[in-house]
Structures are given as structure tokens and as C-alpha cells.
């Protein structure tokens, strides 16, 4: 009869540690909205859970962006792979993996590179079985559709890449996600590595991304990439 109140202060106890660890990993998002990656690398990888580590990759892979260090690369990759030890099924966490092996596929030699880029295609398409609305993945693919096919016919033919599988992909992101201005700066970056006669259409998607609201501090920076890249094909 004294049994009965245990479940439900196992439940309380695992609720408020579920409710803690959420506000932890919102914590280390807001860190990482501010600019502060490192802060927020470091406050998410202690959590020691599968979203904490992808978040961690996450907020490495756009620190690393900033100076195009190699080695923060790889440090993305590892945290990437630990969130996806701790839970297969975790979409973000192979999305970043994929994240962090493009990045690295650019530094690195051609035949690395494309062993890298098959590897991200995978990983990519883990991500949107898992996650089918995950309009990132979505643009990681458009991107990596362009950049392989820009390279010739032996990288598209080693890969699969395909040229004209950049805008549908590009399409499915935007129409989930309309707002942000990284997909728009990408398309537009997409559609000039096929070619001059598409500048009228990244020119349009450019338009429209500096008309958007910049709410973070890395919005902030893909607008005023936008902007620079729009002055350049005007």
C-alpha cells in the first residue's frame, strides 16, 4: 500500500530534471543567438545529452565559420557524432554531421572531398527521414547539388550530384521556411554556381532576403552577406 506514491515521485523528480535540461539547452540557445558560440558550445556539450551535443556542433560549426578553422570543423563532426551515439534517431545530430563534413570537404584535397560529400549526402538524407520538415537539410542538399555539379562532370558523376535537383530542394526549404535569410542568401549563392544566366533569380532571392528581419546576431551577419553579394550582381 506504501508503494503506490513511489511512480509518481519517480515522475516528479524526472520531470523536473526533463524541465532543468530544457531550460539548460535553451540557455545555451540563447547564448549561441547572441553570438557568443563558444559560451554556448561549452554550456550545451556539459549537458552531456544527444540535443545538447548537436547544439553544441551546431554552435561550432558557425564559430568555426567565422575564420574558416579546420580544426573547429572537426570538433563539430565530434559532437555531432556523440549526439548521434546517444540517440540514433536524432535528426539535428546527423544534419550537423553532414554540416561539419561539408565545411571540411572544402579544405580538403579532391579525393577527400568527395569521399566527404558522399558521407554529407548520406547523413543529409538521414536527417529529412527523420526529420521531413527540416528545411536546412533541405538547403544543405540544394547546396550541395550546385557545388558538385559546378565542379564537372567527374565530380557529378563520382557523386551524383545532380544540377537540376538544386531548385526543388531550394523550393521545399523556402516554403517551410520562408522567413529565414539563410536560405535565401544560399539559394542565391546556389543558382550563381550554375551559371550567369541565373542571376536574375539570385537576385530576386537576395531582394528579398535583406527585406527580412534580422533577429540574431548570425541573422545579422547573413544579412549583411546578402547585402554585399546583392551590390555585386546589381
Known amino acids: 500500500m506504501y508503494k503506490t506514491p513511489m511512480p509518481t515521485l519517480a515522475l516528479g523528480v524526472a520531470l523536473t530534471l526533463s524541465t532543468a535540461g530544457a531550460q539548460s539547452l535553451s540557455a545555451a540557445q540563447s547564448k549561441l543567438d547572441s553570438g557568443d558560440w563558444q559560451g554556448a558550445a561549452k554550456a550545451a556539450a556539459a549537458l552531456n545529452t544527444s540535443d545538447g551535443y548537436a547544439l553544441a556542433a551546431e554552435a561550432t560549426t558557425l564559430g568555426a565559420g567565422m575564420n574558416g578553422n579546420k580544426a573547429l570543423y572537426q570538433q563539430a563532426q565530434g559532437y555531432a557524432q556523440k549526439a548521434i551515439s546517444m540517440n540514433k534517431n536524432n535528426a539535428e545530430g546527423y544534419f550537423e554531421l553532414a554540416r561539419a563534413q561539408g565545411r571540411l570537404a572544402q579544405s580538403a584535397g579532391i579525393l577527400q572531398s568527395l569521399s566527404l560529400a558522399g558521407n554529407m549526402k548520406t547523413n543529409l538524407q538521414k536527417a529529412i527521414s527523420l526529420k521531413p520538415n527540416m528545411a536546412s537539410a533541405y538547403v544543405a542538399l540544394g547546396l550541395w547539388n550546385a557545388e558538385l555539379s559546378a565542379k564537372g562532370g567527374a565530380a557529378r558523376a563520382a557523386t551524383g550530384a545532380k544540377p ?71
Open 164 to 234: 537540376d535537383q538544386v531548385v526543388p530542394n531550394f523550393n521545399k526549404a523556402i516554403g517551410l521556411e520562408p522567413n529565414r535569410i539563410i536560405h535565401r542568401l544560399e539559394y542565391a549563392r546556389a543558382l550563381m554556381l550554375l551559371g550567369n544566366s541565373n542571376k536574375a533569380q539570385a537576385v530576386a532571392q537576395l531582394n528579398k532576403a535583406v527585406s527580412l528581419p534580422a533577429n540574431t546576431f548570425w541573422d545579422k551577419r547573413d544579412k549583411q552577406a546578402a547585402q554585399q553579394l546583392l551590390a555585386k550582381l546589381k
